[in-house]
């Protein structure tokens, strides 16, 4: 039998957000079809590993760092270290040092093939993209294999921005198991949250990082604080700034129920789902959000209108009034939010299933590897 095919993921940060939550939702699809090596760039951060399943091969190597001056002498530590697996794959602005690396040093080392995935963009990109890394990016992906973009907005970037030929361009929507939302959410599920009579709870699923805006949320609920409870999920360093605005905000029953996994255990609990960010391509907490039945009031960013049921659409705001509008008109009208659920529900089971997004990962991959049914 052919041996497991070694994969290699350098990621920006292995912190559990969106696309670390897909790279190991594919990961414990695959079992133990393949073996995985996972670098973070930013020291320390592999909250993501406790989701990973115990039957699924990985280790986290010590490497040499993503981060830095651009530098052969990194650059040809980060050549070397690659040479140890058979594909590999990079994740977000954090890893382009490492992609910069093989586009230097592929041939003439004989480097694996590597495949970028780009997610969206951190705060610093969130009012526009800098110029030196568009070229950066542009340079370093000439001899990537593949591009992977989840959202219609990041492959229009990846085409007409980075200069990418559309060959090499894979637009691939994330996926996720639609029937498990479908069952009754745990009733405990949200520890110590205590839910005030006679209000609606909305609820929001972020890492608490500047760009997801939390803030924003907070003074969009506080005019109809007196019916709606915010509950937010993550983790992250803007925790204290979001506490300290529904202060202001005179917001005393705000619950952070931190980082909780296996979402259809809880997402059914919110009456409205909330999204306020600066910046997204396409949020997988959201497609969460819809596959619970749970109507939706969310910033215009990224794909989001893209994605949400067309009755959902007037709930897109182009600022914070038109999302406090939005919050409050759902909040006046049960029957609204029942219908916006189940449209909601009906097109997420529709477009964003898991297998197919597990079926174009293990096509990519496989072709790439020259072996099409490793991951199969």
Known sequence: MPERPQLLHLHSSFDLGGKEARAVQLMNHWGDRARHAIVSG?????????????????DFPDAPS???????????????????????????WGAMDAVMTHR??????????????EDGFNADEADGLKRKRNLYRRIGLAR????????????GIARDVWHQPYERIHLIPNGIDIARYATPPQADALSGLVRRPGKLLVGTLAGLRPVKNIPRLVRAIA??????????????????????????CGMSDIHFAGFLPDPWRFMGLFDIFALSSDSEQFPISLVEAMASGLPVAATDVGDVTQMLAPPNLPFVARDEAGLSAALGRLAD?????????????THARQYFGEQAMIDAYAALYGNTLARPDVLR
Request: positive net charge.
């Open 42 to 58: 930013v020291a320390g951060a592999i909250g993501a590993r406790d989701a990973i399943m115990s039957h699924v091969p990985v």
């Open 66 to 92: 993503l981060e830095g001056k651009p530098g052969l002498v990194r650059y040809l530590a980060l050549a070397r270290f690659m040479r140890r697996y058979d594909l590999v794959l990079t994740y977000n």
């Open 104 to 117: 230097l040093f592929g041939r003439t080392m004989r480097l694996p093939p590597l495949i970028h995935h």
């Open 144 to 155: 990537a294999s593949a591009l992977v973009v989840p959202s219609r907005v990041l492959e």
């Open 223 to 248: 005019p109809h604080r007196d019916r709606l409870q915010l509950v937010v999920v993550g983790e992250g360093p803007e925790r204290a700034a979001i506490a300290a605005q529904a202060h202001t």
């Open 333 to 345: 009208d049960a029957a609204l939010r029942t219908a916006l659920g189940v449209a909601n529900r």
